[in-house]
């Protein structure tokens, strides 16, 4: 069976100002990255996205499993198919970070005939957009360290930084780390640690920017460590934020692909979801917006982390509002939920699907509660049988919601049609009802508090007093208006990776809470989440390599 790089390097691709053309971006507005990729010059976006608003499509999933779901594939889908039936449609995906693609996730350009090309490109260094976010993340990190070896003139308490280093790999032993040893010419020794790239607050920043003059303004006002008497130094009084601004500039130009159907993609950005808000730049959601008729964007992970982010932050923040959601399973991952181990999936068991279905029925109540019409995406593999799936189909018909079975991996556009004309009576329909789940005003601690008990259907939090006070302490110094960002486990409605399907009255255990003065939220650390990822025993970057052509083997 041909692999996805296989179906990748058998697409003929179309000269970039040619889709270009299709999306309605002139050559004037082209920056041109090679033949296939080009960013799209910040003239044009200001014009582009001040036109009203197409209708804009969440594509969220379950909680993941090994089994697979297929959200970035079926968002490729979704957008080839509308176009396919003649909506001007657009796709808006986050860029891969070089962590997972050498990790264990591999790379997220979709999959068969439903990708964004060229795939080795976006996977791996792309325009440079997140070289240019580490830079400036590690720019501020050394002004910071340079601040304090020159006599700390703003009264920085070493003990008290907050801010760490960054770098697009997943490298645990930089999760802590002691600087400035050798000698008094080598710097203030500290405790310091890296991040990754993608759980960088300099990535939320440029993710949640509306422009060049906000990145900057937000990049400002982004807090690196505290005084003895616990007022914030931020990064315009260490006066770091205009160079930063400068390391980002081109970046924040969104990034233009393609489908393999010669579809226009959008692939700009890339917070982690399950550390950060999971979804891309609201540059490139507004760009897109403003050129077509439908948006198809996706959030990470599933629907309680990057889904709940996008509306309670994305959304909330930019003052979008979402027309319709797609929730993308599989038989496979259901069984999986359903207590069945990924050796014995072949095998048809209905009870099982059942069972595992209530991770898919609580997700499709969360979005419900947003006042936004679902439709499932039941993405078909051959192992499924006529019996589990209708017994998915059961289980959505109790919420009055379609799951429709999808093949846009082996059929393309073709393979979501159905799924594509659902999305089309959604949209009609007007029935969208968006909005947040808590009000801004909501004290942060009540706003996790909703979010567990809401979303995740726990008792209750479980807040520590070094972190109540930190909350206390943020409302008084003015942002307790912030949305909360979740930081936990990406396989389950709790912060235990391993209790699946659907627990309720679970505790939440709160960490550690995280000020994101620039980005504009409140991080809750749950668990046993790390926002610098390790290398799984077998890493994916031991088989990569270069084929006897010189081409890249083994990226999937």
Known sequence: ??????????????????????????????????????????????????????????????????????????????????????????????????GPCFGVKGGATGGGHAQVLPMEDINLHFTGDFHAITSANNLLSAMLDNHLYWGNELGLDPRRVSWRRAMDMNDRNLRDCVVGLGGATQGVVREDGFDITVASEVMAVFCLARDLADLQHRLGRMI?????????????????????????????????????????????????????????????????????????????????????????????????????????????????????PKSALGAEDVAAVERGAANLERHVENMHK?????????????????????????????????????????????????????????????????????????????????????VYRASD??????????????????????????AKTQYSFSADPTLLGAPSGHSLPVRDVRLSAGAGFVVAVCGEIMTMPGLPRRPAAESIGLDAAGQIDGLF
């Open 1 to 98: 069976m041909a692999t996805d790089l296989d179906i990748a390097r058998a697409a003929t691709l179309r000269p970039i100002a040619e889709i270009a053309a299709r999306a309605g971006i002139p050559d004037s507005a082209l920056e041109p990255y090679g033949k296939y990729k080009a960013k799209i010059g910040p003239d044009f976006v200001a014009e582009a996205s001040a036109r009203p608003p197409g209708a804009l499509v969440l594509v969220t999933g379950i909680s993941p499993t090994p089994a697979g779901e297929g959200k970035t594939t079926t968002t490729i889908g979704l957008g080839d198919a509308l176009n396919a039936l003649g909506t001007k449609a657009m796709i808006a995906l986050r860029e891969p970070s070089l």
């Open 224 to 340: 690196v460590g505290r005084r003895r008497d616990g007022t914030a130094v931020t990064a315009s009084d260490l006066k770091a934020d205009g160079a930063m601004a400068a390391l980002l500039r081109d970046a924040l130009s969104p990034n233009l692909v393609q489908t393999i159907a010669g579809s226009p993609a959008l692939v700009h950005g890339g917070p982690f979801a399950n550390i950060a808000h999971g979804c891309n730049s609201l540059v490139a959601t507004r760009l897109a917006l403003g050129l077509a008729d439908v948006v198809v964007t996706e959030a990470g992970f599933g629907a309680d982390l990057g889904a709940e982010k996008f509306l309670d932050i994305k959304c909330r923040l930019a003052g979008l509002n979402p027309a319709a959601c797609v929730i993308v399973a599989t038989v496979r991952a259901l069984k999986m939920h359903g207590g069945v």
């Open 370 to 454: 947003f006042g936004l019409p679902v439709v499932v995406a039941l993405n078909r593999f051959d192992s499924d049988t006529p019996a589990e799936i209708a017994a998915v189909q059961a289980a959505m018909a109790r919420h009055d919601t379609q799951a429709i079975l999808c093949t846009h991996w082996s059929d393309g556009a073709a393979g979501a049609a159905e799924l594509a004309r659902a999305v089309q009576a959604r949209i009609a329909a007007g029935a969208a009802r968006f909005q947040p789940l808590y009000p801004d005003a909501m004290p942060l601690a009540e706003k996790l508090r909703t979010i567990a008990q809401q």
């Open 461 to 486: 939090i479980v807040l520590p007093a070094p972190a109540a006070q930190k909350l206390a302490r943020w409302e008084a110094e003015g942002f307790g208006h912030l949305p909360v960002c979740v």
